[in-house]
C-alpha cells in the first residue's frame, strides 16, 4: 500500500475514534462547533488557536489533536477535512441508533443524586404518542379515575385514530373490562381486549404482568399498574428496551397463547 493512502487511512481512523469519544460522552455541540470553526479556516495551517476556541475535555482535545496532526500530514484542506468528518458523523450516529438500548424507569421520588431519571408516566405516554402501527399493552389493574391516566387513554385513542392496532390483555377481572371500556371514547372495533383463560386446576393463578410493546420494537417491562398510583405515587420499577429482539420475542409469546385460544377476548 502507498504511502499516502497509510495516511489517508491513519487519518480516517483518528476520526472516527474521535467521533466515536464525542458521541459516547454525549459531547454532540462539540462535533458542530468544529464544523464552525473549520468553515472559517482557509488552511489547516490556521488551526494553531482551536484549543482556546473549542475548549474541549483532555481526551477530544487529544483526539482531535492527532486528526489535526494526521489532516496536516495528508495535506488536505479544511473542506475535505469537514467532509471526513461529516460522514463518520452520521455513519456514527446510524450505528448509535442501530445499538441495543436498555433504561431504567422509576415510579417514586427522584432526589437529586438518583441515577434514574425516566419517570414511569411520561415514558409510557412517550411510548403511546410514538406508536405508528400498534400498541401492545399487559396489566393485571387498570384505573382511569384520575386525569393524568386518563389522558393516557386518549393518546391510546388517537393512536387508534391513526389506525394503530390497540390489542389490551387484562387480568380476568370483569372490572378490568368494565374500567377501559367505560372510559374508552371511540368506537368499541377499535380496540380489542383479551382475558387469559388461567389454568383450569387452580383458582389462584392471575395473569400478573405489566409491560407496553409499541410496533414491536419498543418494550416497557415495568411492575407497575397502569393507574394513578402506580405510574405517579408508588415506588416502581421498570426497563425499557429498544433496538433487540426482546420486544419482539416478549410480543410473539403473547401472540403463542391468543393463536392457541388461551386467551379470550373481551370486546
Not at 387452580?202 to 410493546?213: G, P, Y
Request: hydrophobic share 35%; proline share 3%.
Amino acid at each position: 500500500m502507498e504511502e499516502s493512502s497509510l495516511k489517508f487511512n491513519n487519518l480516517q481512523n483518528k476520526i472516527v475514534r474521535f467521533i466515536s469519544s464525542c458521541l459516547f460522552e454525549e459531547e454532540e455541540d462539540t462535533y458542530q462547533q468544529l464544523m464552525n470553526f473549520l468553515n472559517k479556516l482557509d488552511s489547516l495551517l490556521d488551526y494553531s488557536n482551536w484549543q482556546s476556541k473549542l475548549k474541549l475535555p483532555f481526551d477530544l482535545e487529544f483526539f482531535l489533536y492527532e486528526v489535526f496532526k494526521s489532516a496536516l500530514d495528508c495535506k488536505i484542506s479544511p473542506k475535505e477535512l469537514q467532509q471526513l468528518i461529516e460522514v463518520a458523523y452520521k455513519m456514527g450516529k446510524h450505528q448509535l441508533e442501530l445499538k441495543p438500548r436498555i433504561s431504567p424507569v422509576w415510579t417514586g421520588p427522584i432526589t437529586n443524586e438518583a441515577p434514574i431519571k425516566l419517570n414511569t408516566y411520561d415514558t409510557v405516554k412517550y411510548l403511546l404518542e410514538s406508536a405508528k402501527e400498534e400498541i401492545f399493552i399487559v396489566g393485571y389493574s387498570f384505573s382511569f379515575n384520575n386525569e393524568k391516566i386518563k389522558k393516557l387513554l386518549r393518546c391510546i385513542e388517537n393512536a387508534a385514530e391513526r389506525n394503530c392496532r390497540i390489542n389490551v390483555i387484562v387480568n380476568d377481572v370483569e372490572n378490568n373490562f368494565k374500567e377501559i371500556m367505560n372510559h374508552w371514547k371511540k368506537e368499541r372495533y377499535q380496540i380489542n381486549v383479551y382475558h387469559w383463560k388461567g389454568y383450569n386446576s387452580s383458582e389462584f393463578t392471575s395473569l400478573h404482568a405489566k409491560l407496553v410493546i409499541i410496533d414491536q420494537q419498543k418494550l416497557l417491562l415495568t411492575s407497575a399498574n397502569f393507574s394513578y398510583h402506580g405510574f405517579q405515587k408508588n415506588i416502581e420499577t421498570g426497563v425499557i428496551i429498544e433496538n433487540h429482539e426482546i420486544p419482539k420475542v416478549i410480543w410473539k409469546q403473547f401472540h403463542s397463547l391468543m393463536k392457541e385460544q388461551q386467551m379470550d377476548r373481551a370486546y
